[in-house]
């Protein structure tokens, strides 16, 4: 079956530049998780929906950094403004069950560099 | 808060064993394994969670001590395709919804 999908898979930003990056979960997966990966470093964390609620959005660097799951499939992660420091891999993620202990899918992720 | 890995790295020749820690100082509700091959996304391996249960793969072992926040993961008997870098992620005991991934372990398999 198909697994979580993202794109785009390379985006390059001039600095200043908006950019928004998609998540396609697995269908019927009730938690999304958006994550960065700096090179070299582990995923970490930025934001947490279950179904189209965003119940924790502690992980987002700065006000310029948006997420939403408007109907509970699909969801768009925005960065107004880009930095250079925005440049890493986001990766999204999805699980079946609802909070924590549940198995996570990751897909590929989308390699951002902002010049 | 983010979980101490160790070893940083290490080489095995195939077939011998290794064992990649994973320590946090906050009380735990699951600790999480995945591995991840260079450019491609991380996979899952197995959770354990606070009181005993554990889901994933019947090949991967590991281990949880609640009470010292800490978690190994065993690899015996290495193949090639064990290759790549083996994160562990711990959510905690107090609530919320965030995995917190440690730095990483380095492995390569060599022939």
């Known amino acids: 079956g198909a697994g979580v999908s993202q794109s785009p898979r390379y985006k390059v930003a001039k600095r200043g530049q908006d950019v928004a990056l998609r998540c396609d979960p697995i269908?019927?997966?009730?938690?999304l998780f958006w994550y960065q990966q700096a090179l070299g470093q582990g995923p970490e964390f930025l934001t947490y929906?279950?179904?189209?609620?965003?119940?924790?959005k502690s992980g987002l660097p700065s006000d310029r950094f948006f997420a939403e799951r408007p109907e509970g499939s699909v969801s768009t992660l925005k960065i107004q403004r880009t930095q250079q420091e925005d440049s890493a891999v986001y990766l999204c993620?999805?699980?079946?069950?609802?909070?924590?202990?549940?198995?996570?899918?990751f897909g590929p992720g989308t390699r951002l560099t902002v010049l | 808060q983010q979980p101490v890995q160790s070893p940083q790295a290490v080489i095995l020749r195939e077939g011998e064993d290794a064992v990649i820690n994973c320590s946090s100082s906050?009380?735990?509700?699951?600790v999480h394994w995945y591995r991840q091959k260079h450019g491609e996304a991380p996979v899952f391996l197995m959770i354990?969670?606070?009181?005993?249960e554990q889901k994933g793969h019947d090949k991967i072992s590991a281990s949880f001590n609640e009470k010292k926040q800490q978690s190994s993961l065993y690899l015996t008997a290495s193949q090639l395709s064990y290759s790549g870098t083996y994160f562990c992620?711990?959510?905690?005991?107090?609530?919320?919804?965030?995995?917190?991934f440690g730095a990483g372990t380095r492995l390569f398999v060599k022939a």
């Open positions: 993620a999805s699980s079946d069950g609802g909070g924590t202990g549940n198995e996570q899918f």
């Open positions: 269908s019927g997966h009730v938690s």
């Open positions: 929906f279950q179904n189209e609620a965003q119940l924790d």
């Open positions: 906050k009380a735990l509700y699951s």
């Open positions: 354990l969670l606070k009181g005993g």
């Open positions: 992620g711990t959510e905690g005991a107090t609530g919320g919804f965030k995995t917190i």
